[in-house]
């Protein structure tokens, strides 16, 4: 079994296509769309999470490569230097996905790394620079 988190990139010929649900019921792969841009006659990007069968997954992504979709691995994680963090959540207010909380109780924002996107929102919000990417 694989579970990674990758980017797709879709020319603008292939936006309005079925390509996720053919994944699914082609390749038998589960997908979690994490962050979304498609809009019509434009390029599309997807970061989606897949899990499967490693035959599967990779004949999956033999798939969107031969449909003339650009596939990266989302090598990039985002991480928060603690001495640098503030605790200011200004990361919390441009997070798409909650992976910044902020607890009211203890004044703190906790980071769940397990569901960053790594969009690097945080990154580009953070005054003290707390929020880093990491390859």
Request: charged share 30%; proline share 4%.
């Amino acid at each position: 079994m694989v579970e990674r988190k990758i980017v797709l990139r879709f020319p603008s010929t292939l936006v309005d296509q079925p390509v996720i649900c053919k994944l699914a019921k082609d390749f038998d792969l589960e997908f979690n769309i994490l962050k979304a841009y498609v809009t019509p006659d434009e390029e599309g990007m997807l970061v989606i999470e897949l899990r499967g069968k490693e035959d599967n997954y990779n004949r999956g992504l033999e798939f969107l490569k031969k449909k003339g979709i650009v596939v990266q691995s989302l090598r990039q994680k985002i991480t928060r230097n603690d001495e640098k963090c503030v605790h200011c959540g200004a990361c919390v207010v441009v997070c798409p996905v909650g992976a910044l909380v902020m607890d009211y109780d203890s004044k703190k924002v906790n980071f769940i790394e397990d569901s960053c996107i790594a969009c690097e929102h945080c990154v580009l919000a953070c005054p003290t620079q707390a929020m880093e990417t990491r390859f």
